[in-house]
């Protein structure tokens, strides 16, 4: 009994912080994106 619940607060702590990276991705997108074009479009040139 005792190996099922640390298994299930293990299953629920990579919930919570796929969820923060979720949301940290929506919220900084545009960031994101231009970072990641300035980097490809940087590769182009070299």
Do not use: Y
């Not at 299930?8 to 990276?21: D, F, S, T, W």
């Not at 991705?25 to 070299?46: A, M, P, R, Y």
């Amino acid at each position: 009994m005792n190996f099922r619940s640390k298994k299930g607060m293990e299953l629920v702590q990579v919930a919570i912080l796929v969820a923060i990276a979720v949301a940290i991705g929506l919220i900084f997108k545009t960031q994101i994106t231009d970072f990641v074009n300035d980097t490809f479009k940087g590769l182009e040139n070299f």
